[in-house]
C-alpha cells in the first residue's frame, strides 16, 4: 500500500504561480512513476503530468506543457508540480496519485494509489 498526501493548494489570483507537494508512504517511492491529476465541480477528471520513476522522463497533457513543471525528489518520498502563470480554468482539486508503472502514462487506470486532493483555485 502507498497514501500520498497532498498539499500546497490555495487561492491565487491569476497569473500568480502555486507549488503543490505530495508525500508518498508505503512502498518504495522511487521505484514508480507519479502522476497528477485535476478535476474541476461537474467537470470529468483530466490528467496533468506524470513522471517515471528516477524523475527522467515526465509527460504532460498538452495544454498545459510550459506553465506546470512536475519534478520529483526520491531522497524526500515526494512529488511537486509547479504551476506558473495561473488562469482561472486552472481552478480544480489537484489529485496526487502513485503509478503501478515506472514509466509515465497518462490514464488514471495505471494510478492504483490516490491522495484526497487539494483545493487550487484561482481568481480573475
Known amino acids: 500500500q502507498v497514501q500520498p498526501v497532498e498539499s500546497g493548494g490555495g487561492l491565487v489570483q491569476a497569473g500568480g504561480s502555486l507549488r503543490l507537494s505530495c508525500a508518498a508512504s508505503?512502498?518504495?517511492?522511487?521505484?514508480?512513476?507519479m502522476g497528477w491529476f485535476r478535476q474541476d465541480q461537474g467537470k470529468e477528471r483530466e490528467f496533468v503530468a506524470s513522471?517515471?520513476?528516477?524523475?527522467?522522463?515526465?509527460y504532460y497533457t498538452n495544454s498545459l506543457k510550459g506553465r506546470f513543471t512536475i519534478s520529483r525528489d526520491n531522497a524526500k518520498n515526494t512529488v511537486y508540480l509547479q504551476m506558473n502563470s495561473l488562469k482561472p480554468e486552472d481552478t480544480a482539486v489537484y489529485y496526487c496519485?502513485?503509478?503501478?508503472?515506472?514509466?509515465?502514462?497518462?490514464?488514471?487506470?495505471?494510478?492504483?494509489?490516490w491522495g484526497r486532493g487539494t483545493q487550487v483555485t484561482v481568481s480573475s
Open positions: 508505503g512502498r518504495t517511492f522511487g521505484s514508480y512513476a
Open positions: 513522471i517515471n520513476w528516477n524523475g527522467g522522463s515526465t
Open positions: 496519485a502513485a503509478s503501478s508503472l515506472k514509466v509515465t502514462a497518462q490514464s488514471s487506470s495505471y494510478y492504483p494509489y
